[in-house]
């Protein structure tokens, strides 16, 4: 097997540094709070490990708002931690990967502060700055990701700057090469010391139509997206990156945060010899029950509509493109209560979910708490979020006229603070996340699920990822590498598949629903089963073999199914 190949069988623990452990007790998350635990990400089986943005920022957008790319922001901690942060990480045979912002800056940045300061100014064009219309109107009528116009007017210099996120990030001019070397050096002074990969945030809107044309859709966040998104020179800035940039070591891994892509996107990003991206994350089913045109909106969505999504990219890419898996992150409400029921199924419903992005073909990536099953905040006010992009979408979708009782059901259903609350270690004050008083309040559930708890409770959600991920690298062949091939790709409760190489074959079934499913097995599988051995469920065994029928979010992964007849 080449490399390349090896490091498709990483497991990813995403950490959201401001919330996931205080060591100096001022309620903030921090470097030494995440060395402490490291014992505890490696335990999980996890062998990578990405940190949201720790560099110096004002924090608008919880650290991606980045005002010195160089530099660790002061809440975090300091250089030194940083660095012992990765020896610390590396001792324990584990990558660091860093998450790169270079869609946009912090308007605090020292090359704004000098952009916006005068139209003369050598920094001047490091940013996109456009006259606005005759009538004195914005530019053109995209909208920000945030709702409302993305263009902001600076009295200064009497343009207008863009920013596809708030005003206090405003867009690089990416077709300035001065700004592209700027970014090239930054990945290699990050290389240099020492990490081992990146996060790419936001990275296929950074090439837009030069003309930036008005857009014609209808969409409440980031509206002209056909005229960023994928955008004309986005593969070639992305090659000129890796050859001056990802290169500088061998061996450096890169995930693209890219939201909206097609297939054949897919593999301009990612297929190994164009030399871009190693992967890119795979958001499709993650999105699949929110309305494309409103992302607070939700969408009903049928099972079908999943396998659908599913099946395609396990095999269209084939071969041909690679991609991370993933359930949550920092940006979306927790996954059980998304996705499953965090009520009386949360622990089956958390498992059967982690079953199925532990199984499928792709790198999985588990973010801080999802591990131990971890529910959305009871928010009960828009007052109380610090999200800013809820907070926004409130004042301008309330502005717009809609009823602002129904706005804060979606923000408070939608918000990413949810994502955002500490991690619960223990049942002890503030769950054990700081001595201080957290900047976000700790889900009052607490006492129940944490990390401590489940330590020794041997069903519990946090020991069965450890078993997933042990079975996952067991059979990395069929896992990792294998095919993918759909079962009972008609039944409406039950989504279940094949994995599988030449040599063996296993077999995952999965209930997503909150009743029982009775289903048959029929075709050439039949002849497969009769050497299947239950690997794992969520479920105590009920009898021998291939049950008939599947308890409420039940999941059962077989392996040593006799491989297909050859053809
Ligand atoms: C990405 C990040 C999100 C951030 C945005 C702007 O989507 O995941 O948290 O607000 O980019 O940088």
Redesign the pocket.
């Known amino acids: 097997m080449t490399r390349r190949d090896l490091w498709k069988e990483k497991v990813v623990y995403q950490i959201f540094p401001c919330s996931f452990q205080d060591s100096n007790g001022d309620g903030n998350g921090d470097l030494r709070g995440i060395v402490s635990r490291l014992d505890y990400i490696r335990s999980i089986g996890a062998d990578t490990i990405w940190i949201?943005p720790v560099y110096r920022s004002p924090l608008e957008?919880?650290g991606?708002?980045v005002s010195d790319q160089r530099e660790i922001g002061e809440i975090f901690g300091t250089m030194q931690d940083w660095e012992e942060l990765l020896e610390e990480t590396h001792k324990r045979g584990m990558e660091l990967w860093m998450d790169l912002?270079l869609?946009?800056t912090s308007a605090e940045h020292r090359w704004f502060k000098r952009s916006r300061s005068s139209k003369d100014d050598p920094f001047r064009d490091y940013y996109i700055w456009r006259q606005g219309k005759e009538d004195g109107s914005p530019p053109n009528n995209w909208t920000s990701?945030l709702g409302g116009s993305a263009w902001t007017y600076d009295e200064a210099t009497g343009e207008y700057y863009l920013h596809l996120?708030s005003e206090t990030?405003p867009d690089l001019n990416w077709d300035n090469p001065k700004v592209r070397e700027e970014i090239q050096g930054l990945i290699r002074y990050w290389l240099d010391k020492g990490v081992d990969g990146f996060r790419l945030?936001?990275i296929n809107v950074v090439s837009k139509e030069s003309e930036l044309p008005d857009s014609m859709e209808k969409k409440v966040q980031g509206s002209g997206y056909k005229h960023f998104k994928n955008g004309p020179k986005v593969h070639e800035y992305l090659r000129e990156l890796n050859e001056k940039g990802f290169s500088h070591k061998e061996g450096t891994i890169t995930v693209g945060?890219t939201s909206m892509v097609s297939m054949d996107d897919v593999k301009r990003y990612t297929a190994p010899e164009r030399r871009e991206l190693s992967m890119i994350f795979m958001m499709e089913s993650p999105d699949i029950g929110s309305d494309p045109d409103d992302s607070f909106k939700s969408r009903d969505w049928k099972l079908s509509e999943l396998k659908e999504i599913i099946t395609r990219w396990e095999k269209e890419l084939k071969d041909q493109g690679w991609f991370g898996l993933f359930g949550s992150?920092?940006?979306r409400p927790r996954l059980v209560s998304q996705f499953g029921d965090d009520g009386r199924y949360r622990v089956e419903s958390a498992k059967l979910l982690a079953t199925l992005v532990h199984t499928l073909w792709g790198t999985p990536f588990i973010y801080q708490g999802e591990e131990i099953g971890m529910t959305n905040y009871p928010f009960e006010s828009v007052d109380r979020l610090e999200d800013q992009?809820a907070v926004h979408y409130y004042r301008s979708q309330t502005e717009k006229g809609e009823d602002p009782a129904e706005v804060e059901r979606r923000v408070l259903a939608g918000t990413?603070d949810h994502a955002r609350t500490p991690m619960q270690w223990s049942a002890g004050p503030n769950a054990g996340f700081s001595e201080g008083k957290p900047w976000m309040p700790v889900n009052p559930n607490y006492r129940e699920i944490n990390v401590e708890a489940e330590e020794k409770n041997p069903d519990s959600v946090l020991n069965y990822y450890r078993k997933l991920i042990e079975i996952r690298r067991e059979h990395a062949n069929v896992v990792v590498h294998g095919e993918y091939a759909p079962v009972l790709e008609e039944h409406e409760q039950v989504l279940a598949y094949v994995r599988r190489c030449s040599a063996s074959q296993g077999l995952v079934l999965l209930n997503l629903s909150d009743r029982e499913a009775e289903f048959e097995l029929t075709g050439e599988i039949c002849g497969c089963l009769d050497t299947a051995r239950r690997l794992l469920g969520n479920y105590p065994a009920d009898g021998h073999g291939i049950p008939a029928k599947l308890r409420p979010y039940e999941a059962i992964v077989f392996g040593g199914l006799k491989p297909m007849p050859e053809k």
Request: with cysteine.
């Open positions: 949201c957008d919880q991606y708002d912002v869609n946009h990701y996120y990030q945030d936001a945060e992150n920092h940006d992009e990413r």
